[in-house]
């Protein structure tokens, strides 16, 4: 029999997942049915690429929004706003005629993405701090599992049905499912655990006045920006491009996507057994990582048009992304556990900056560079990750060498282990 604690773990676990799988699902379907969005409120496909910076803007306001209040009352509530506002934006966004009112639908999809981004990462650390890493790798896939499934589904309803409606209906039931599931759960808040112990209330103000002096927040927000930024470049063009490319419908070209979310969900999953096993330390994981995705995405951006080569191109483009956000995300939640809201807000601000100017800006060039050249931007930006990873690196192993009344972050939270 397992304890009520087990079972609530267990049961928060599988509220995350939920929250990950609709916000996959709900996040992902605007990239590969960008063109009928576009013709549904008639206007040109570069132009319609402003709904990713709408959404990302409202990314940005939601984290920092959500960083703050979370911080103060708990997280519990802030991720029922966030499923609540996905699921309805969810069911908006394809049946709108007006391109303002989509913008304006993209926007505070962005807004709700931006709850449950900061909400999960507290909750996860609050509750799973023992198994960080592997946890986070789990949870992230189960985005992944949404992302894959949302093409898939596009393509489906677009063949059966020829709209689609059905596919982002199908994430808006997820998300008022996570959502009926969450309310009679019991959820941790950084408060409430802090002030079991009043030292570690007293440790958790230094934190405070000092996080934003720290070099490795910065490098760190750095990392998840450039990664981010190509991510989601990238899967938003990626259909578009090979349907261009190849010269064939976008129900035809959306496992191009199909692949690169199951190279995802895949990738995380190993990345977790990987680092449960102990063989790999997480920066080599991520360097390995880094490089893989770049590679792959080169290949996409050489050969879009040959189906063979871009659908398993982006199938391992996917698997070498998967273990990248959780990484860095695992890392600065042992780093910054005191001021975990702040800190992820920090980080997915920055995020949010990237997600908003490289897809837009890969809409604005492809009339005038190519679409081979543009699928070129986000395998070099996700390869430039390697640079502030780098610094990071030689600022943790710093740190580790500076003596015990020289500290800058928390005393009392160690550091992660350098392999």
């Known amino acids: 029999m397992l304890s009520s604690h087990a079972q609530n773990r267990r049961m928060i676990f599988l509220i995350l997942y939920l929250t990950y799988i609709c916000a996959g699902i709900i996040s992902i379907l605007p990239g590969p049915a960008l063109s009928l969005l576009a013709a549904n409120t008639g206007i040109p496909l570069e132009i319609a690429g402003w709904i990713f910076t709408s959404s990302a803007t409202g990314l940005m306001i939601g984290v920092i929004v959500a960083g703050i209040i979370s911080q103060r009352f708990g997280p519990k509530y802030v991720l029922m706003s966030g499923l609540a506002i996905m699921s309805c934006t969810g069911i908006i966004t394809p049946l709108t005629r007006d391109f303002s009112l989509l913008l304006g639908a993209q926007f505070v999809q962005g807004v709700g993405f931006g709850f449950l981004d900061v909400t999960i990462s507290m909750i996860v650390a609050l509750t799973f701090g023992n198994a960080l890493s592997e946890t986070l790798n789990n949870l992230h896939s189960a985005y992944g599992v ?38 009679p759960q019991r959820i941790p808040s950084a408060h409430t655990v802090s002030a079991q112990n009043k030292e570690e209330r ?16 910065w490098l760190l927000a750095l990392q998840i920006a450039l990664y981010v930024g190509a991510e989601v470049s990238f899967g938003n063009w990626v259909v578009t491009a090979v349907s261009l490319s190849a010269v064939i419908s976008v129900a035809l070209a959306a496992p191009s996507a199909t692949l690169l979310w199951a190279g995802l969900t895949t990738g995380r999953l190993v990345g977790a057994q990987i ?37 398993s191109a982006s199938a391992l483009v996917g698997f070498f992304f998967g273990p990248i956000f959780p990484g860095i995300m695992a890392i600065a939640s042992r780093l910054f556990t005191k001021v975990l809201g702040t800190v992820s807000g920090v980080l997915l601000v920055s995020a949010g900056g990237t997600a908003m100017i490289l897809p837009l800006l890969m809409g604005i060039l492809i009339p005038r560079i190519g679409i081979h050249w543009v699928m070129t931007i986000p395998a070099l930006v996700c390869l430039s990750v390697i640079v502030p990873l780098s610094l990071a690196l030689r600022q943790q192993r710093q740190l580790l060498q500076m003596p015990d009344d020289e500290h800058t972050i928390e005393r009392d939270i160690p550091l992660p282990i350098i392999k």
Do not use: D, W
């Open 146 to 183: 949404g992302a894959l499934v949302a093409p898939l589904v596009l393509s489906l309803a677009l063949q059966v049905m020829h709209q689609a409606m059905a596919a982002f209906v199908i994430g808006a039931i997820v998300g008022m499912v996570g959502l009926f599931l969450l309310i």
């Open 275 to 311: 680092l449960k096993r102990g063989i790999l330390g997480e920066h080599t994981l991520l360097y390995i990582s880094v490089i893989g995705s770049s590679l792959c995405g080169l290949l996409v951006a050489i050969f879009p048009g040959n189906i063979a080569i871009s659908f």
């Open 202 to 217: 007293k440790n958790g103000n230094i934190a405070f006045g000092n996080v934003f002096r720290q070099p490795l927040l």
